[in-house]
C-alpha cells in the first residue's frame, strides 16, 4: 500500500504544479504574437501616455528596489549578529502578514492631502506626486522585510557567523565586514530576491492605483486598463506594454549586474587597515520601525474603519479563499519538499521573478477557455498562481 500511495502523492504534486505553471504558455503566446508587428509597435509608442508613465515606473521602481536593499543591508550592519537580530527576525511577519493593498491604504490615509498628518506636517504631502516617489518610498519600506525574511536564512549559516566574529575581534568595522563577507556570500539569494522585488515593483497595479500618479499612471496600470478593454486594439498595446514590463526588467538585471561587477572591482583587499567604527544608529531605527509600521497599519484601519459599511459576505468570501490558497499552498510545499527533485530547480522561480501582468493574462485566457471567469475557483487559482 505504501508504494500506490506515494506513485499517487507524486502524481497529485506535478498536476497541481502543472495547473499553477499553466499560465505561462498562453502569457508567452499572448506577448509574441503582437510583437511580431511593427504596426503594433508603432501605435504602442504613438500613445501620449506612455513617455511619462515609462518615467513613473522606473522611479518608483527604483525607489522601491534600491531603498528595500539600503533599508536591509543598515539593518543587518547594525544588528547581525546577535539577540537584537533574532528579535526584530522575529517580528517581521508583524509586517510581511500585512497586504500590500491595505499598506498603502494606511499610508494614504496618512499623508495624503486631507489624512490623518496632514494638518501637523503638511510639508510631507507634495502638491502632486507625478513620478511615484511616494509609491516607491512605499514599497521600499513593505519589500525590506521580504529582502530581510529571505537574508535570514542565509545569515544563520554557522560559518558565517565564525567568520564575521572574527573579523569584528580583529577591530574591522562592521562595513568592511558586509564588504568582504556578507554581500559576496549571500549574493545568490540576494540576488534572487531583488530581482523578485523588481518585477513585483514594475508590474504592481493596486498599490500603484492606490499611491501612484493619476493621469497618466505607471506603465503597469496602464497595462492593466488596456487589457481590460473590450477593444482589440487596446488589448494588443497592453500585451506589448507588458511585454515592455519584461524587457526593463532584463534592462535592470543586466545594469545590476555591471554595478554589482564595478563594485566587486572597487573594494580593497584585506590589508590590515582598520576603518572608523560605523555608526549604527539608522540601522538600529530602522529595526525598530519595520515591524511597528504593520502594527501602526493595523491600528490605523481598525480605528478608521465605518463598521456599518462592512460586507460580511464579501469578508467571508475573502478569508475562506484566503485559507483554501494557503492549505493548497502548504499542501504543495510539503510534497515537494518530500518528493521534488533536488536539482535545477530555478524554473520554479518564473511566477515570482516575471512580471505579474502577462501571468495574469494567461490565467485569463485559460480561464475563458475553462468557463471559469469570474468563478471562485479562478480566484483561488490565482492566489495559487501569485
Not at 529595526?287 to 456599518?308: H, K, M, R, Y
Request: charged share 10%; hydrophobic share 60%; glycine share 6%.
Amino acid at each position: 500500500m505504501v508504494t500506490p500511495l506515494r506513485y499517487a502523492l507524486i502524481f497529485l504534486l506535478w498536476a497541481m504544479v502543472a495547473v499553477i505553471y499553466a499560465p505561462l504558455i498562453p502569457a508567452a503566446l499572448t506577448l509574441i504574437s503582437p510583437a511580431l508587428s511593427l504596426t503594433h509597435w508603432q501605435a504602442l509608442f504613438a500613445d501620449p501616455q506612455l513617455p511619462h508613465a515609462l518615467l513613473a515606473t522606473l522611479v518608483s521602481t527604483t525607489i522601491a528596489a534600491v531603498g528595500a536593499l539600503l533599508i536591509a543591508l543598515l539593518v543587518i550592519v547594525a544588528l547581525w549578529p546577535g539577540p537584537k537580530w533574532q528579535r526584530m527576525c522575529a517580528r517581521l511577519p508583524w509586517l510581511l502578514a500585512i497586504p500590500h493593498v491595505a499598506f498603502a491604504t494606511s499610508a494614504l490615509l496618512l499623508f495624503a492631502d486631507g489624512g490623518l498628518l496632514y494638518d501637523y506636517f503638511p510639508y510631507f504631502t507634495p502638491p502632486m506626486d507625478r513620478f511615484g516617489i511616494g509609491l516607491g518610498l512605499t514599497l521600499a519600506v513593505k519589500e525590506s522585510a521580504f529582502l530581510l525574511w529571505i537574508l535570514a536564512a542565509v545569515l544563520s549559516e554557522k560559518r558565517l557567523l565564525q567568520q564575521v566574529i572574527v573579523l569584528d575581534s580583529l577591530g574591522y568595522s562592521r562595513w568592511q565586514c558586509l564588504n568582504w563577507l556578507l554581500l559576496p556570500s549571500v549574493a545568490p539569494s540576494l540576488a534572487m530576491a531583488m530581482l523578485a522585488i523588481v518585477a513585483w515593483s514594475l508590474s504592481v497595479v493596486d498599490v500603484a492605483i492606490i499611491l501612484g500618479p493619476g493621469n497618466p499612471p505607471t506603465l503597469a496600470v496602464i497595462s492593466w486598463q488596456w487589457l481590460t478593454q473590450g477593444d482589440a486594439d487596446q488589448q494588443t498595446k497592453g500585451a506589448l506594454a507588458s511585454l515592455l514590463l519584461m524587457l526593463l526588467l532584463a534592462a535592470y538585471v543586466l545594469l545590476s549586474y555591471l554595478l554589482w561587477r564595478s563594485w566587486r572591482r572597487t573594494i580593497p583587499r584585506v590589508d590590515g587597515i582598520r576603518k572608523p567604527a560605523t555608526p549604527l544608529l539608522p540601522g538600529t531605527t530602522l529595526a525598530s520601525f519595520l515591524p511597528l509600521t504593520g502594527v501602526l497599519c493595523v491600528v490605523l484601519l481598525a480605528i478608521l474603519a465605518d463598521q456599518s459599511t462592512i460586507n460580511s459576505e464579501a469578508l467571508i468570501n475573502s478569508l475562506t479563499m484566503g485559507l483554501v490558497a494557503t492549505f493548497i499552498a502548504l499542501l504543495l510545499l510539503l510534497l515537494w519538499l518530500e518528493w521534488g527533485p533536488q536539482r535545477r530547480q530555478l524554473w520554479l522561480w518564473l511566477p515570482i521573478l516575471l512580471p505579474a501582468l502577462p501571468l495574469v493574462a494567461g490565467q485569463y485566457t485559460l480561464a475563458l477557455w475553462l468557463n471559469l471567469d469570474g468563478s471562485w475557483t479562478a480566484v483561488v487559482w490565482g492566489i495559487c498562481c501569485g
